[in-house]
């Protein structure tokens, strides 16, 4: 893939990393290559707002 992607979430909540990506992500080098070492497949987040400049992401990966 070679360039990165942010995330600017103005709210708390869960969200899937399928929902946030790109489009393409999925079927981008980058993606393949890091499940290959890493055996996840799909990532769950918990987005937490703590304070109005931070924000703290709990991930659950799918294996």
Known sequence: MGE???VNL???GVRRLRDLT???FYSSEYFKQHSV?????DEIGFFVRARADMG???SIKSV
């Open 56 to 58: 703290v992401v709990v």
């Open 4 to 6: 990165e992607f942010t």
């Open 10 to 12: 103005r709210e708390a």
């Open 22 to 24: 790109p489009d393409q």
């Open 37 to 41: 070492r890493t055996c996840i497949r």
